[in-house]
Nanobody, 121 residues
């Protein structure tokens, strides 16, 4: 069974950058819909970026222009480049395989351990 392992989180000052990586323990080419979610304390999971095997991307309004999702089929990784980070980006970030229900994406697996991103001065 394919496993997803997130890494790359850390503590960064406002305006800084981080790159998250999701290592896929199988063939990422077979995963049609993938995305990065985040969960801030006391809040529900939020989809911040989605990527399809055909290269289509979608971003939450709050991260448009700052975050970039990318897939590397050769390395079996899904990355999230996060620039100009803000304190409100602080959350636990999760990589997820998804399915599409009408026009909405839904998580397809149970949540992994995630990687913590903290934006603070």
């Amino acid at each position: 069974q394919v496993q997803l392992v997130e890494s790359g989180g850390g503590l960064v000052q406002p305006g800084g950058s981080l790159r998250l990586t999701c290592a896929v323990s199988g063939d990422i080419f077979g995963l049609t819909y993938m995305g990065w979610y985040r969960q801030a304390p006391g809040k529900q999971h939020e989809l911040v970026a989605a990527n399809t095997q055909s290269g289509i991307t979608r971003y939450a309004d709050s991260v448009k222009g700052r975050f970039t999702i990318s897939r590397d089929n050769a390395k079996n990784t899904l990355d999230l480049q996060m620039n100009n980070l803000k304190p409100e980006d602080t959350a636990l970030y999760y990589c997820m395989e998804m399915r599409k229900n009408n026009s909405e994406y839904e998580p397809l697996r149970s949540w992994g351990q995630g990687t913590q991103v903290t934006v603070s001065s």
